[in-house]
């Protein structure tokens, strides 16, 4: 991974791209460094992923609630100020929000499994 100099970022200033779910739909504002991604993401109300994800993420709820459904039945629900980590292919998890929710997500090489 290379160095990231000081970066000041107008998330105001980032176009936002639209990812339908399964149900429901997730608007992603999108940075990419070398080996790291960096997103706002908000999921409308309803909203549910249309797959089961094995990448690894650290996930901080900015505004609202969701839920993290984790493929062997598990599901913890995440609220504003609260956060997850989870390395690469250590969970298959899927996100869910009734109401709808502003995230922080960060996600790259670093928690790739060697």
Same mark, same amino acid.
């Given at each position: 991974?290379? /160095?990231? #100099?000081?970066?000041?970022i107008?998330?105001?200033?980032? =176009?936002?791209?639209?990812?339908? +779910?399964? &149900?429901? @739909?997730?608007?992603?504002?999108?940075?990419?460094?070398?080996?790291?991604?960096?997103?706002?993401?908000?999921?409308?109300?309803?909203?549910?992923?249309?797959?089961?994800?094995? /990448?690894? #993420?650290?996930?901080h709820?900015?505004?609202?609630?969701? =839920?993290?459904?984790?493929?062997? +039945?598990? &599901?913890? @629900?995440?609220?504003?100020?609260?956060?997850?980590?989870?390395?690469?292919?250590?969970?298959?998890?899927?996100?869910f929000?009734?109401?709808?929710?502003?995230?922080l997500?960060?996600?790259?090489?670093?928690?790739?499994?060697?």
């Amino acid at each position: 991974m290379n /160095k990231i #100099h000081f970066t000041a970022i107008d998330w105001t200033t980032i =176009e936002k791209t639209v990812h339908k +779910g399964e &149900t429901g @739909t997730s608007f992603w504002q999108t940075l990419q460094f070398d080996g790291i991604r960096m997103r706002i993401v908000e999921y409308s109300a309803g909203y549910l992923a249309d797959h089961w994800c094995t /990448k690894g #993420h650290i996930v901080h709820c900015l505004e609202g609630e969701f =839920e993290s459904e984790l493929s062997d +039945g598990d &599901t913890f @629900t995440l609220q504003k100020g609260m956060s997850y980590i989870v390395s690469d292919d250590l969970s298959s998890h899927r996100s869910f929000s009734a109401t709808g929710v502003k995230l922080l997500i960060i996600d790259g090489n670093f928690l790739a499994q060697p």
